[in-house]
Each structure stands twice: as structure tokens, then as C-alpha cells.
């Protein structure tokens, strides 16, 4: 079954870029997502790429995709105490969404 | 969070106790999923519905976890009789396009 694999913890100083790395299983979804879980909340989707895109930019988040090692990363520049929260690599799987267990970014002042 | 309501947000029980987590939809949908949340592992899908049919429960941890979406609108989990070590944040998310929705989630407490 698909397997969703990223560290759980991650501290950034304040106005560093915060980098999150995510590897999966399964390569035949058509997208993957970055959630993020803000405290005391659910999830929402914060970003998504194309499985035939390398990067993705948005504002102040970029996605990196390398499908032939399976990796997906999340950078945050000029990380803010704002993104203070648990991120999550998602891959959809049928009906279904596989999460990982999320990364907790923790902001140094 | 505005999709689905959740009730209640915060649970605290004894032991032994019957516990029911409430999931509405503000709109109905055909999917719906419950997933369990903990420090040690993670978010966890425990059931998930389409069409109102459970389509997967292999993440129903035990016999003593029961969930039903008897309509598009409105999906119960219920824990029967509760232990400590079902302490969670319990999730209800639905299904919109290629994306979840997530609810705010029930923080439940077994003592």
C-alpha cells in the first residue's frame, strides 16, 4: 500500500527558510498535496502539484517533485511566526487520501 | 473548517463510558471520512463512507468502534465502552473535488 514518509519535527529560526521533506511509495497519483494543520484546527489543503510538474511557486511557498526518488518538499521563505503549525505530504490513493504524520514547524525567535 | 461541524469539541469521560462523535456536513456529501489523531501516531483514517455505505473500516481500531452516515448529512462515531488509550482528536473530513475538507475535530479524553 502507498507509504507517506516525512520528519516530525522541524525548528526554523524566524525570517530562515523552513524546508519539509516528504518521500511516498506510490507513483501513480496524478497530483500531490501539502496540508497544514494549524493549532487547535483541522487540516486544509495549503498547496498541490502536478505529478508531471517539477516545482511550483506560490508567494512565499515553493514545492519541489523529483518522481524518479519519490521525493516531495515544501520550502517556506522567510518563514514567519504565522506558519507555526503541523504540515502534512498527502498522496491520493483511490477514493482515499494517504496523509503522512505530519511535520511540526516550530519558529525560533 | 466551515464545511463540517463537528460536536462536541471537547469530551471528557471515564473509562468504561459510552462516547458519540457528531459529524454534519454543511452541505451533504456522498464522502465522508473519520480519522484519529495522536502524538505517537499521527493522523489515521479509521472508516470512510461513499454513497452513505462504508467502503473501508480496516482502520477501525476495534469492536468496540462503530460508525454510521444513516444520510448525506450526518455521520456518528462511536466508541463503546471507552478506554484511556482512545484519547485522541478525532477528525471528520468530506470529500470535494480532489480535496478534503476537514472539520475542527473532537479532542476526547478518557480518564
Known amino acids: 500500500g502507498e507509504d507517506v514518509e516525512q520528519s516530525l519535527f522541524l525548528s526554523v529560526r524566524e525570517g530562515d527558510s523552513s524546508v519539509i521533506n516528504c518521500t511516498y511509495t506510490d507513483s501513480s497519483s496524478t497530483y500531490l498535496y501539502w496540508y497544514k494543520q494549524e493549532p487547535g484546527a483541522g487540516l486544509q489543503l495549503l498547496t498541490y502539484i502536478f505529478s508531471n510538474m517539477d516545482m511550483k511557486q506560490d508567494q512565499r511557498l515553493t514545492v519541489l517533485l523529483n518522481k524518479k526518488d519519490k521525493h516531495l518538499s515544501l520550502r517556506i521563505a522567510d518563514t514567519q511566526t504565522g506558519d507555526s503549525a503541523i504540515y502534512f505530504c498527502?498522496?491520493?490513493?483511490?477514493?482515499?487520501?494517504?496523509f503522512g504524520k505530519g511535520t511540526r514547524l516550530h519558529i525560533l525567535p | 473548517d466551515a464545511g463540517v461541524i463537528q460536536s462536541p469539541r471537547h469530551e471528557v469521560t471515564e473509562m468504561g463510558q459510552e462516547v458519540t462523535l457528531r459529524c454534519k456536513p454543511i452541505?451533504?456529501?456522498?464522502?465522508l471520512f473519520w480519522y484519529r489523531q495522536t502524538m505517537m501516531r499521527g493522523l489515521e483514517l479509521l472508516i470512510y463512507f461513499n454513497n452513505n455505505v462504508p467502503i473501508d473500516d480496516s482502520g477501525m481500531p476495534e469492536d468496540r468502534f462503530s460508525a454510521k452516515m444513516p444520510n448525506a448529512s450526518f455521520s456518528t462515531l462511536k466508541i463503546q465502552p471507552s478506554e484511556p488509550r482512545d484519547s485522541a482528536v478525532y477528525f471528520c473530513a468530506i470529500k470535494g473535488g480532489n480535496e478534503q475538507f476537514f472539520g475542527p475535530g473532537t479532542r476526547l479524553t478518557v480518564l
Open positions: 498527502a498522496v491520493p490513493r483511490d477514493d482515499k487520501i494517504i
Open positions: 452541505s451533504g456529501h456522498n464522502s
